[in-house]
C-alpha cells in the first residue's frame, strides 16, 4: 500500500511539472514581448500577426499530435516536445529578424500543441491507474508555473535588460523541472473506450473522423476556454469604461479570476470526487454564465468584481475535467479537444471585440456569459468518467 502511494505521489509531481514547465516557458517568453518588438522594431501589426502565428500553430497541429501521440506515446512526445520548446526559448533570444521570429514563435505554437496534449493523456492515465482525481490540480500548477514566470522576469528585467540572460536562466530552470519529469512520467498511456465501428476504426490508418460525443467535448473546450480568454483580456476594460471604476481597480479584475481559478482548482479533485465531473462541470459554468450576467444587469464595482468572481470559480474546472473525458476516447479525441480549446482561447477575445465594436462592450461581456452557459448545456452530451477518491 505505501509502495502503491509512493508511486502514485512520485508520478503526480512528476505530471504537476510538465504542467508548470509549459505555464512557465509560455509566460516567459511572452513577458517579454515588449523587449521584442522594440529589438525586432516591430509595429502593432506585426506583433499581433506574431503572436497569431503561436497561436495558429497550437491549433492546426492536432492531426500531428494525434499521429505522434499513438507512435511515441505521451511520455516520450512530452519529453521530447519540452526539449524543443527549451531550444524556443534560446533561439528567440538570438532571433536575428522578423521572419526567423515568426518561424521560431509557429514551432512554439506546435511544441505547446504537442505537450498540452501529452501532459493532460499522462494526468488521466494517472487518475485511472490509481483511482484518484488530480487533473484540477495539475492545471493550478500551470497557471502557478506562469506566476513564477512573470515573477522572475520582473526581477530579472530589474537587473538586466537582456534577452538572453533572462531566457538563459529561465532555460535552466525548465531543464530542472525535466529532470523532475523524466523519472516518474507513466510509460502507458490510457486505453481509448471501446465504441461502435471501433475494430473498423482500428484497421484504417491515420486520423479517424471524430464521434458525436468527441464533438461535444470539443464545443464545450471551445466556449470554455472562450469564457476564460475573454474575462483575462477584457475584464479590466469592462471595469474601467463601463463600471467607471478607478484606474487602479481596473486590474482586479483579472487578478479576481485568476485567484479564483486557482483556488478553485486546488480544492476542485475533492468536489469532483465528492459530486462528480458531471455537476461540477455543469453547475460550475451556469454559476459562471448566471453570476455574469446578473453582474452585468445590476452594474456597480463591487457586483461587476463578484460576477467576476463567479467566472473563476464555475469555469476552472471545465477544462481539466473535458480533459479526462477526451482522454478516455483516444489520442485523437484529446487532440482535437485540446485544438478546439486552443481555437476558442485565441477567438474569444476577437469575438467580444467585433461584437463590442458593433454594440457595446456590456453586450460583448453578455455573450461571454452566454458562452459559460453554453457549456453547460453541451456537457449534458457528454459521459464523464466517475473515479473515487483513494
Excluded at 491515420?206 to 474575462?231: D, K, N, Q, S
Aim: glycine share 10%; net charge positive; with cysteine.
Amino acid at each position: 500500500m505505501f509502495r502503491m502511494r509512493d508511486e502514485y505521489r512520485r508520478s503526480q509531481v512528476a505530471i504537476a511539472a510538465l504542467f508548470c514547465f509549459l505555464g512557465f516557458q509560455y509566460a516567459t517568453w511572452v513577458s517579454r514581448i515588449p523587449a521584442l518588438k522594440s529589438r525586432l522594431d516591430l509595429s502593432e501589426a506585426e506583433l499581433g500577426l506574431l503572436l497569431m502565428v503561436c497561436g495558429a500553430g497550437a491549433a492546426v497541429s492536432f492531426p500531428l499530435v494525434a499521429i505522434l501521440t499513438r507512435r511515441l506515446g505521451s511520455r516520450r512526445l512530452a519529453l521530447v516536445s519540452a526539449l524543443c520548446l527549451g531550444l524556443v526559448l534560446l533561439a528567440l533570444a538570438l532571433t536575428p529578424n522578423y521572419p526567423v521570429t515568426l518561424l521560431i514563435v509557429c514551432c512554439d505554437g506546435v511544441a505547446v500543441g504537442c505537450l498540452n496534449v501529452a501532459m493532460n493523456a499522462q494526468a488521466a492515465a494517472l487518475e485511472v491507474a490509481y483511482r484518484r482525481t488530480t487533473m484540477a490540480k495539475m492545471h493550478a500548477t500551470f497557471s502557478a508555473g506562469s506566476l513564477f514566470a512573470a515573477l522572475l522576469a520582473s526581477g530579472v528585467t530589474s537587473l538586466s535588460s537582456a534577452l538572453t540572460a533572462h531566457f538563459a536562466v529561465a532555460t535552466a530552470l525548465l531543464a530542472l523541472l525535466v529532470l523532475v519529469t523524466r523519472s516518474g512520467l507513466l510509460t502507458e498511456d490510457q486505453k481509448p473506450e471501446p465504441a461502435a465501428g471501433s475494430a473498423e476504426d482500428k484497421r484504417r490508418g491515420g486520423l479517424r473522423l471524430p464521434t458525436r460525443v468527441t464533438i461535444w467535448m470539443g464545443l464545450a473546450m471551445a466556449f470554455g476556454t472562450v469564457t476564460e480568454g475573454a474575462m483575462n483580456d477584457w475584464s479590466a476594460l469592462y471595469l474601467k469604461d463601463v463600471v467607471n471604476a478607478a484606474a487602479q481597480l481596473a486590474p482586479l479584475g483579472i487578478a479576481v479570476v485568476s485567484v479564483m481559478m486557482v483556488l478553485a482548482r486546488v480544492f476542485a479533485d475533492g468536489w469532483r470526487s465528492r459530486w462528480g465531473d458531471a455537476r461540477i462541470v455543469r453547475a460550475g459554468s451556469a454559476l459562471a454564465g448566471m453570476g455574469l450576467a446578473v453582474a452585468l444587469l445590476v452594474g456597480g464595482v463591487v457586483p461587476t468584481l463578484l460576477g467576476f468572481a463567479c467566472v473563476g470559480l464555475g469555469i476552472a474546472a471545465v477544462t481539466p475535467c473535458v480533459y479526462v473525458a477526451a482522454a478516455r476516447q483516444g489520442a485523437d479525441a484529446l487532440a482535437l479537444v485540446a485544438a478546439m480549446g486552443t481555437t476558442g482561447l485565441l477567438a474569444g477575445p476577437a469575438m467580444i471585440g467585433f461584437i463590442a465594436s458593433g454594440t457595446s462592450l456590456v453586450w460583448g461581456m453578455g455573450a461571454v456569459a452566454a458562452s459559460a452557459l453554453v457549456v453547460s448545456l453541451c456537457t449534458t452530451r457528454i459521459r464523464f468518467p466517475v473515479l473515487a477518491d483513494a
